[in-house]
């Protein structure tokens, strides 16, 4: 080694002979630059110089949150660089792509607010649900389909499957056969 381990000061030749000789310590205030404070005026280490990592800075650091809607004082031995231990109170108002909610959530950064829920309307058929997240415009066409036979009242007119959801009973020129329940004869 040829400084002291905070680099200020030249170690003097022969002070150390064998690299188990204790390292030069010179007394100094180390002055190190730390991870801490603004990017432009980041702290130094106050500790007189020594060996291994400076020790926790005890002054204070100002933060944005996450939104940028706030700064926060935080002391720099808390600061983690976990973007969560930033978030104001603020809640976004911002509506979400589904024009009908709003975004709600605590400290915002989202550029798009994607609508989280499922939208959940009857679909055309009237049987099913749309399963889409939340959005705008018209529901899609039911996909769902029947794999049973689908027949005309009589039952002479058949549309096999895979039938459609929402797909009428098929019209039927047969002359009708089925007794009236009043008891008078088919037409």
Known sequence: LVKCQCGKEDVPPGSRSSCEDPVVLCGSVCDKELNCGQSEARH???AKCHEGPCPPCDGVTSVLCRCHAMAKDIDCKDLT???????CQKRCTKKRNCGKHKCNQQCCIEVEHICPL???????????KCERLCH??????????????LHCECGKSVILPPIPCGTRSPDCSEKCS??????????
């Open 118 to 128: 499922v939208c959940n309307k009857t679909l055309s058929c009237g049987k099913h």
């Open 44 to 46: 130094r280490c106050k």
């Open 136 to 149: 705008k415009g018209h529901c899609p066409i039911c996909l769902a389909a029947s794999f049973e036979e």
């Open 178 to 187: 089925r007794p009236h329940p009043c008891g008078h004869a088919p037409l």
């Open 81 to 87: 660089g976990n973007p969560e231990d930033t978030k």
